[in-house]
């Protein structure tokens, strides 16, 4: 009778053994699968932030580049307008700087 409860002693310890290892495997189970699901969630975060980057970007980009037509025509203006402000100052005293380079050139001093 000794040895039978000896025995049931043993078969009792195996059995709560098992139970306690199903219950660290269903644990460890259960956490890997929450951790993926953790990683998807942030990846899916990620894409999510990395397309609305992307398309703020492309926005920027069209916005600068639809400029560059419009930039390119301001400056051309800009620059005629200041050729033509120069052309005009020009003319407008060349006659006095030919008057006085004749005048320098033309006087002799001692």
Known sequence: M???R????IQLLLTAEQEA??????ARN???????QAKEEAEKEVAAFRAQM??????KVAESSGDSGANVKR?????E???DHLKTEASRISHDVVQMLLKHVTTVKN
């Open 54 to 59: 992307e398309s703020e970007f492309q926005r």
């Open 30 to 36: 259960a956490k890997m699968a929450r951790l993926k």
């Open 2 to 4: 000794e040895a039978n």
């Open 21 to 26: 290892q199903h219950i660290v495997n269903a």
């Open 6 to 9: 000896g025995q049931n002693g």
């Open 75 to 79: 400056l051309e203006k800009e620059t």
């Open 81 to 83: 307008a200041k050729i």
